[in-house]
């Protein structure tokens, strides 16, 4: 709901602000300059009006991180009650189009967010309770996140396994709200995430047992622009790829070539 005290342009300023903050865990003024393209003079008012209108308790300004941080019980502004969607806040600004396939409608709890996304910020590891789908437990362990992806239902936290020693996606919505959330150095160089650095080329098309005009409704379906449909994505996501377009499963429309 907007604030009718409130100039559209501020608003959506203020919004900006306090999603960054529900999400991140974290703003300054050059998130808020770069994003609107405003002067520091505009970005310092936006910021003493966010913090005369936010409920308590209010983020704190940390001098040596020369940015605001949000309490963990942030609330967030009286009259904003949509936080929107953590993807577009938390990726990684290098390759957003490889690392978001699109949006996702399954979200964490936002202070799991925050803690997540400051332990990437910081380079910290940090001890979480995880609900394995292997298992069916609850297992108490240590992660250092380093970056986020979406499968275009989810987001996922890439980030090394303390314990099994390896690279491994996480479900940041199976993270458990009681974990304690402790932070360490990660105290280590971690290996190389070459699924995650390295690139694969994805190629599609209408099965080829599918007549001229089953393909064309096919490809209209799945918005081809072209005969075939042509990207990108990291390796680690290249599962995800398949699950979603239901690739290589009975009733499949499309096949890779």
Same mark, same amino acid.
């Given at each position: &709901?907007?604030?009718?005290?409130?100039?559209?342009?501020?608003?959506?300023?203020?919004?900006?602000l306090?999603?960054?903050?529900t999400?991140?865990?974290?703003?300054?003024?050059?998130?808020?300059?770069?994003?609107?393209?405003? $002067?520091?003079?505009?970005?310092?008012?936006?910021?003493?009006?966010?913090?005369?209108?936010?409920?308590?308790?209010?983020?704190?300004?940390?001098?040596?991180? *020369?940015?605001?941080?949000?309490?963990? *019980?942030?609330?967030?502004?009286?009259?904003?009650?949509?936080?929107?969607?953590?993807?577009? !806040?938390?990726?990684?600004?290098?390759?957003? @189009?490889?690392?978001?396939?699109?949006?996702?409608?399954?979200?964490?709890?936002?202070?799991? &967010?925050?803690?997540?996304?400051?332990?990437?910020? %910081?380079?910290? *590891?940090?001890?979480?309770?995880?609900?394995? &789908?292997?298992t069916?437990?609850? %297992?108490?362990?240590?992660?250092?996140?380093?970056?986020?992806?979406?499968?275009?239902?989810?987001?996922?936290?890439?980030?090394w396994s303390?314990?099994?020693?390896?690279?491994?996606?996480?479900?940041?919505?199976?993270?458990?709200?009681?974990?304690?959330?402790?932070?360490?150095?990660?105290? %280590?160089?971690?290996?190389?995430d070459? @699924?995650?650095?390295?690139?694969?080329?994805?190629? !599609?098309?209408?099965? $080829?047992? !599918?007549?001229?005009?089953?393909?064309?409704?096919?490809?209209?379906?799945?918005?081809?622009t /072209?005969?075939?449909? $042509?990207?990108?994505?990291?390796?680690?996501?290249?599962?995800?790829? /398949?699950r979603?377009?239901?690739?290589?499963?009975p009733?499949?429309?499309?096949?890779?070539?």
């Amino acid at each position: &709901m907007n604030d009718p005290t409130l100039k559209p342009a501020m608003f959506a300023r203020l919004v900006y602000l306090d999603q960054c903050l529900t999400w991140r865990g974290q703003v300054n003024r050059k998130d808020l300059i770069e994003r609107f393209g405003i $002067s520091s003079p505009q970005a310092a008012i936006d910021f003493r009006e966010y913090l005369e209108r936010v409920a308590e308790p209010k983020p704190r300004y940390d001098a040596v991180r *020369k940015c605001y941080l949000a309490d963990s *019980k942030h609330c967030g502004l009286p009259f904003t009650h949509e936080a929107g969607s953590p993807d577009e !806040l938390v990726r990684s600004p290098a390759f957003n @189009d490889i690392s978001l396939l699109p949006s996702p409608v399954r979200q964490s709890p936002p202070f799991v &967010m925050r803690h997540l996304y400051q332990a990437i910020e %910081q380079r910290l *590891k940090i001890e979480i309770d995880y609900v394995s &789908m292997s298992t069916g437990l609850r %297992q108490n362990q240590w992660i250092a996140p380093a970056n986020f992806a979406s499968d275009g239902e989810r987001l996922h936290v890439r980030a090394w396994s303390c314990h099994h020693q390896e690279w491994r996606d996480y479900l940041p919505v199976r993270v458990s709200p009681d974990s304690s959330f402790s932070t360490a150095p990660v105290g %280590q160089e971690l290996p190389r995430d070459a @699924d995650w650095e390295e690139l694969v080329d994805i190629r !599609l098309r209408p099965l $080829s047992n !599918l007549t001229d005009e089953q393909k064309a409704a096919v490809r209209l379906e799945y918005g081809f622009t /072209e005969d075939t449909l $042509s990207f990108q994505v990291r390796r680690s996501l290249e599962f995800y790829v /398949e699950r979603r377009w239901g690739l290589n499963r009975p009733g499949a429309r499309l096949e890779r070539y």
